[in-house]
């Protein structure tokens, strides 16, 4: 046999044990190579390793666009999964991007409304209950979540080259608001359980007399709808796996933030330190409102280095905290009108900034320490009670103290500037100009 024949053979035998992971396969053709010269051997090594590579290169089962996973367990009755052709998306108007944000949304609802009848058998009643339930509780935000995806996706694809296509600004949109339907569901499920009156300046979905605790069932459907959303617009595309893998991830970071923060209805006011505030507030907040966002324009951009996620998550960390610092602070000193909701934090017995930093960190008397006590979880709204700890707050100067904290977090944030080798720094600057000394 000529070197070439046995190149050519050695190489077909060796990608056939790899592709069928034929271990005797292998083990014959190793056994013939045996006898031939290192020279040789050499060449052979790096053809069969081009092959490898190549081979291992070349998608497979649904990996390719417009091939996703069949999953025969599903697909049930006929039609399922329904997917949607990206030519029938609406023109996304950079010239407006709020409206042509809303115009996405409108187009989401009215798709999961209409899969639940043929794909679920659910009555026109319970349709309509999923439409307007989806209208009063996912419409009405800022959007600035949502809106991010967008704008990093933008950022994304300048930054590498990408053309920015219609599809893909409304993919953006999709995934955006996957995010703002993932708030959503959270803040029906968090204003249930804290006993909330208001949110996006109407009265909380629980207390509409129609409502009450169906809401608990309502929050979970917000969720799976989002998995429903993702399957209908990514299942073809070779990065839906990440996609759902971040998503699925970041919920449960979510989850654990809000277990942390819910708990503390069964902790003394002792317990409520700023290291335990600092740990809700990373896993309640960080992950989804910051972190999330960029991650998915990651991943769709075809972003792969760990590093470069991990230098982004410690950037976006830093603003989830500072962030939350501020929802406190709002909370005590915004008024209903520009927070769109009334601050219930001091009723609720929140561990949160400002009471950890005046409870633990030296700056109330003997008396001041008792009085919050007596009266902090203790009270109502609008309470003497309540407007006595809003005082003493301010009293031991905790609005200066607020001030420096901001910047000191802006100035950590700034300092990782160079640190993302990919993500370009205009990503942070639109989530810092957002978010820095904002007033609700």
């Not at 050695?10 to 790899?18: N, S």
């Not at 207390?207 to 299942?235: C, Q, S, W």
């Not at 989830?320 to 209903?336: I, K, R, S």
């Amino acid at each position: 046999m000529s070197v070439n024949s046995m190149l050519l053979a050695g190489g077909a035998a060796v990608l056939a044990g790899v592709i069928a992971q034929d271990a005797t396969a292998v083990s014959a053709v190793v056994a013939t190579l045996q006898k031939v010269s290192p020279p040789t051997l050499y060449a052979l090594a790096a053809f069969v390793g081009v092959l490898v590579l190549f081979l291992l290169s070349l998608p497979r089962g649904g990996e390719g666009k417009g091939k996703g996973a069949v999953c025969p367990a599903t697909a049930w009755p006929t039609g399922k999964p329904v997917t949607t052709d990206p030519s029938t998306y609406p023109v996304y108007d950079s010239n407006d991007p709020k409206g042509s944000f809303y115009k996405v949304n409108t187009m989401l609802i009215e798709e999961m409304c209409g899969e639940l009848g043929s794909g679920y058998e659910l009555p026109e009643p319970e349709v309509k209950w999923v439409r307007d339930m989806l209208e009063y509780n996912v419409c009405g935000g800022k959007m600035n979540r949502g809106l991010m995806v967008v704008e990093c996706g933008r950022e994304m694809f300048k930054a590498t080259g990408q053309p920015m296509t219609n599809e893909m600004l409304v993919k953006f949109a999709i995934l955006g608001w996957c995010v703002e339907w993932l708030q959503a569901w959270l803040l029906v499920a968090d204003d249930f359980m804290d006993d909330s009156q208001t949110r996006r300046g109407q009265s909380c979905w629980y207390l509409l007399p129609t409502v009450k605790k169906i809401a608990i069932n309502d929050a979970f459907m917000i969720e799976m709808l989002i998995f429903k959303i993702m399957k209908r617009h990514f299942g073809n595309e070779p990065y839906y796996l990440q996609l759902l893998d971040l998503m699925l991830e970041t919920t449960f970071q979510t989850e654990c933030g809000q277990l942390l923060d819910t708990l503390c209805m069964n902790l003394d006011l002792p317990d409520f330190t700023l290291p335990r505030w600092t740990l809700i507030v990373k896993y309640k907040t960080a992950f989804y409102s910051f972190y999330l966002p960029v991650a998915m324009g990651m991943i769709v951009a075809g972003v792969s280095e760990q590093k470069e996620f991990d230098a982004a998550r410690d950037i976006l960390m830093i603003m989830g905290v500072y962030f939350q610092a501020q929802d406190d602070y709002l909370d005590c000193y915004g008024t209903p009108e520009q927070l769109g909701k009334i601050g219930t934090d001091i009723q609720d017995k929140k561990c949160g900034w400002l009471f950890a930093n005046a409870y633990h960190e030296g700056l109330c008397t003997p008396a001041q320490k008792t009085l919050l006590q007596k009266t902090y979880g203790k009270c109502k709204v609008f309470s003497d009670e309540e407007k006595a700890i809003k005082e003493l707050y301010t009293a031991i100067k905790l609005p200066e103290l607020y001030a420096k904290y901001e910047k000191n977090s802006y100035d950590k944030i700034m300092a990782l500037k160079g640190t993302t080798k990919q993500v370009p720094w205009t990503v942070f600057e639109i989530f810092v100009n957002k978010i820095y000394k904002r007033s609700k």
